[in-house]
């Protein structure tokens, strides 16, 4: 997978290092995490809170933890306290909420704005034409600093213009970071300027 990345990474005439591979090992069985680990592979995604509670307590020392599933309100204490990334960053009263947290914890995981490209109902993230205004509002209204923009294209289109899209509006706000592109896609992805990619079943397997 390493390899892959490079290869698409020199492919676009980019530093592979530039390229962070984030290993998704929601619903993972540690039989499949573990040796993952043992070969080196520090940054993971999960999309639940007491998921990856579970999973990594007591395991988590020298990794980067990123959530990259939709956030509840009622569990951004937890979120804040234990992830070091939070990707689905989606509404005003959760921008409120993490920001009243990072205060009182005295702790501030990097935070990315979730961006529904293909204004899908079913899926979270801000719509394209409130981008702007709502990335303005986490810095002005609540003090966070988005570092970055995450989407999840819909499955039955072409990604590229998604991700092409990702990369205009994250441009237009000064944000350095993109969490584009999965197993089927992160290739594209990565043409199109993506700093980290969120891959699973390329890394692990299906799960069964």
Request: charged letters at 25%; proline letters at 6%.
């Amino acid at each position: 997978m390493v390899a892959r990345i490079a290869r698409a990474a020199q492919g676009a005439g980019r530093d592979p290092r530039d390229v962070t591979l984030v290993a998704v090992s929601k619903q993972q069985p540690w039989d499949a995490i573990a040796p993952v680990l043992a070969a080196g592979q520090k940054v993971f995604g999960e999309n639940r809170v007491q998921e990856a509670e579970a999973r990594w307590a007591g395991k988590a020392d020298g990794l980067t933890l990123h959530l990259i599933g939709p956030l509840q309100t009622n569990k951004a204490k937890e979120a804040v306290a234990f992830f070091d990334v939070i990707e689905s960053l989606d509404r005003e009263k959760l921008a409120r909420v993490l920001a009243e947290e990072v205060q009182k914890q005295g702790r501030s995981p990097r935070i990315y704005v979730q961006v529904n490209t293909g204004e899908e109902p079913q899926k979270a993230g801000i719509t394209p034409s409130d981008a702007d205004a709502f990335i303005a509002a986490c810095r002005t209204s609540f003090g966070l600093q988005p570092e970055g923009l995450m989407c999840i294209p819909p499955a039955e289109e072409p990604p590229g213009p998604h991700f092409a899209l990702l990369r205009t509006i994250a441009e237009r706000n000064g944000l350095s970071k993109l969490s584009m592109g999965m197993s089927g896609d992160f290739e594209t992805a990565i043409r199109f300027g993506a700093t980290s990619v969120r891959v699973g079943s390329a890394v692990f397997g299906a799960r069964t």
